[in-house]
């Protein structure tokens, strides 16, 4: 139980072009879905949290125009990066969680989008 | 604010051997979670291990263990036997205690090398 998919895992895009990155939560109902990005060889770096049916919450220094997160059911968040370019290249992981699918309220990780930004 | 910190970026470890990774984290909270987590070469992330900071037992999962000092405010993961899927990144993560919104804070992560 407790899977988390993401689309697609690999995407290589256009400099100016936006990409959308789909989290699904495929057995459970998620209430709060993260959005991180890790650079090789580097931890995760949290850049928002969203709860289904509002406004994402943007940690510091996450551009919220250019990172657009929307959560509009409980199995689906998007994470749409806008205008793309060279450095928004990265490895973009998502997780879920939601009350009732454990004790400890934990999260439960995506395999990752790899985006390339020529 | 809450931080955690991996002093180890790199450890190597026989194969069937004991290793140990540290991690050390501050807080002014009383109840928490730490976590270990496992991101192999696929970079999927996978729990390996949890600690609820009430429980003054240490939390072991076959191979993994913890060894949990509050006041010390140390986490520390020892892997026992270790095996060549063990190879990995390691990261320490702490997350308040209670609702589902609450983030995990990562620590900056261990590179485990397992040598045959």
């Known amino acids: 139980g407790a899977v988390v998919s993401q689309h697609p895992s690999r995407v290589i895009c256009k400099s100016g072009t936006s990409v959308k990155i789909e989290c699904r939560s495929l057995?459970?109902?998620?209430?709060?879905m993260f959005w991180y990005r890790q650079f090789p060889k580097q931890s995760l770096m949290l850049m928002a949290t969203?709860?289904?049916?509002?406004?994402?919450?943007?940690e510091q220094g996450v551009e919220k125009d250019k990172f657009l997160i929307n959560h509009a059911s409980l199995t689906l968040s998007t994470l749409t990066v806008t205008s793309a370019h060279p450095e928004d290249s990265s490895f973009y992981i998502c997780?879920?969680?939601?009350?009732?699918?454990?004790?400890?309220?934990?999260?439960?990780f995506g395999p990752g989008t790899r985006l390339t930004v020529l | 604010a809450q931080t955690v910190t991996q002093s180890q970026p790199e450890m190597s470890v026989q194969e069937a051997e004991t290793v140990t990774l540290s991690c050390t984290y501050d807080?002014?909270?009383?109840?928490?979670?730490l976590f270990w987590y496992k991101q192999p070469p696929s970079r999927q992330m996978i729990l390996v291990i949890r600690q609820e900071a009430y429980k003054q037992q240490n939390a072991t999962e076959n191979r993994f263990s913890v060894n949990f000092q509050k006041a010390a405010k140390s986490f520390s993961l020892k892997i026992s036997d270790s095996q060549l899927g063990d190879a990995a990144m390691y990261f320490c993560?702490?997350?308040?205690?209670?609702?589902?919104?609450?983030?995990?804070?990562f620590g900056t992560g261990t590179l485990l090398a397992v040598q045959p």
């Open positions: 969203s709860n289904e049916g509002s406004k994402a919450t943007y």
């Open positions: 057995d459970f109902q998620a209430t709060t």
């Open positions: 997780s879920a969680s939601s009350p009732g699918t454990s004790i400890y309220n934990e999260q439960f």
């Open positions: 993560a702490y997350r308040i205690y209670g609702g589902a919104t609450n983030k995990l804070i």
């Open positions: 807080t002014s909270e009383s109840d928490y979670y």
